[in-house]
């Protein structure tokens, strides 16, 4: 895979040069494209799980080039927006709330999120957010239950 691609990929098609929150460019961008794209919960599992994987392979290529965990690498926010929605109804309040909870636990890192990022390699930057869109989900998945 040559560097460009790499870059390409791991940076979302450029969402990760934003020059404020990347992250939330990177997150942005993928609650995008879940949402107009019609997927079956199966689909969009075998997607993540593909995108996961390939993220945890660039992303450490950019890595080796750029620093520790660089900014501009937000396929993990991707991904983890990705998990945040997974098995949730596609309402505009759900999707909403999905990125404000992604966001959350992506920022503040409770719950292990914070140990599990120094994983070496790509395993770090991919893992964290995907156990931040599994924590976002596992509340709204509370919240479907109880409220509905």
């Known amino acids: 895979m040559s560097s460009r691609l790499h870059y390409w990929f791991s940076t979302v098609l450029g969402a990760g040069y934003v020059p404020k929150a ?5 997150s942005l961008a993928g609650i ?10 199966f689909s969009l599992t075998g997607i993540l ?10 992303s ?3 890595e080796k080039l750029e620093g520790n965990d660089p900014a501009l690498v ?7 927006q990705g998990v945040a929605i997974l098995f949730i109804p596609k309402t505009l309040l759900l999707y909403a709330a999905a990125f404000i909870l992604f966001r ?16 070496p390699g790509g395993w770090g930057i991919m893992t964290d957010d995907l156990l ?17």
């Open 22 to 26: 990347p992250g939330t460019a990177g």
């Open 104 to 119: 959350l636990f992506d920022i503040v890192k409770p719950l292990g999120i914070n140990r599990i990022q120094n994983l």
């Open 60 to 62: 450490y290529y950019v």
């Open 49 to 58: 799980t593909i995108l996961f994987f390939a993220g945890v392979y660039s």
């Open 132 to 148: 931040a869109g599994v924590y976002a989900n596992i509340i709204l998945q509370i919240f479907i239950y109880v409220r509905f």
């Open 32 to 41: 995008l494209f879940f949402w107009f794209l019609p997927l079956s919960a």
């Open 74 to 80: 937000v396929i993990d926010e991707f991904v983890g």
